[in-house]
């Protein structure tokens, strides 16, 4: 029950949108090769994102960047796929993820850091 109450408390912060495109493989029966295929079933999920600097020392690079980490907080229930490329609509920006790391999930929540796409 006290469970419930928070879940619904989340919720109510969940101001953004996204979408979830993954990576099938399929067998092409001309070929009979694998192929990979991105594929949409999750359209318009409710979330938050999140975002924090984070001081990040790259010793390739002469000068030290300071790296923008995000945080998607969004249902439990939602299970996002290794390898998925995640579309969000924030405050009417939209910003392209791809999963990183492994969701941490709460009874009420979950938190997955995600990187913008090309800055891995």
Known sequence: M???VI???FERMYQDTMSVLFIVQETDPLIH???STLVSD???IPCRLSFKSRAHSD???LYDENKMVATLFLDP???IKPGSKITVNHMGRIYKFEKSGIPAIY???QEIEVVQE???
């Open 2 to 4: 006290v469970n419930e």
């Open 7 to 9: 879940k619904r408390n």
């Open 33 to 35: 090769r694998k192929k």
């Open 42 to 44: 999750m359209i318009d």
């Open 59 to 61: 010793r390739t690079e």
């Open 77 to 79: 229930s939602i299970e």
């Open 107 to 109: 009874p009420t929540h």
């Open 118 to 120: 090309g800055k891995n």
